[in-house]
């Protein structure tokens, strides 16, 4: 997998958008950006995922650089319940389909 | 409701008392997965099945046994458990390995070995 590269924590206002970032800058033309969260202890959530178009769906909207060695994941209102943490993660063609979680971004939703 | 059922949620049990975590599908996905979590080392891939019979090594697949019968099912076999293996468990299941689709993942097995 591209590795990727996030900020370990992030703070947001409920109510507010929350604006995530991710780093890839070895991503290959072909390899799309994927976007999971996991709420404490239960299985990871899908969110989104993008190519190089941005994306929008009931979740969140994907914002992928003109370069593609950047991505943000954004949550327009960030509620309570969005209190996770979330991965960006870039799957290579090898890798079978098994997803490399890193670290992930901490995000704290504070009322 | 499209989701992977896994049971149970959480097991205790004994060294080298052998054990099956069930996985079920009902999106008749192609593709599933077995991952286990622990602290500092995120998730990591045990097996994987690309479709009935198909199965292959993830990145620990040591000390596991996984089975694909049938598309729906794909089972976690723990022949001779050992404290090591207590973790947290996810199954995962996808249309398919070439689709883009997210993966879809239970709500986990939460195993302990003593």
């Known amino acids: 997998d591209a590795k990727t590269t996030q900020p370990p924590s992030m703070d947001c206002a409920e109510g507010r958008a929350a604006n995530l970032p991710c780093n890839h800058s070895?991503?290959?033309?072909?390899?799309?950006v994927y976007w999971y969260r996991q709420i404490h202890s239960q299985g990871p959530q899908y969110i989104i995922h993008g190519l190089k178009n941005n994306e929008t769906n009931e979740m969140a909207s994907l914002i992928i650089t003109e370069d593609r060695k950047s991505s943000t994941l954004i949550l327009p209102h960030a509620t309570l319940r969005d209190t996770a943490v979330y991965y960006c993660i870039v799957p290579s063609g090898g890798s079978q389909g098994n997803l490399i979680f890193g670290k992930g971004t901490k995000l704290s939703v504070k009322p | 409701e499209a989701q992977v059922t896994q049971n149970p949620r959480y097991l205790i049990t004994v060294t080298g008392k052998k054990l099956t975590v069930t996985c079920s599908q009902n999106?008749?996905?192609?593709?599933m997965s077995w991952y286990r979590q622990d602290p500092g080392l995120g998730l990591r891939q045990i097996y994987y099945s690309m479709n009935v019979e198909v199965t292959d090594k993830g990145d620990v697949p040591e000390g596991y046994k996984v089975s694909r019968k049938e598309k729906r099912n794909f089972p976690l076999i723990l022949e001779s458990p050992s404290p090591n293996q207590t973790s947290l468990y996810f199954c995962?299941?996808?249309?398919?390995?070439?689709?883009?689709?997210?993966?879809?993942f239970g709500s986990g097995t939460r195993l302990t070995v003593v």
């Open positions: 070895t991503i290959s033309g072909n390899e799309y």
């Open positions: 995962a299941s996808r249309v398919s390995l070439a689709s883009r689709g997210g993966y879809t």
């Open positions: 999106m008749n996905h192609e593709y």
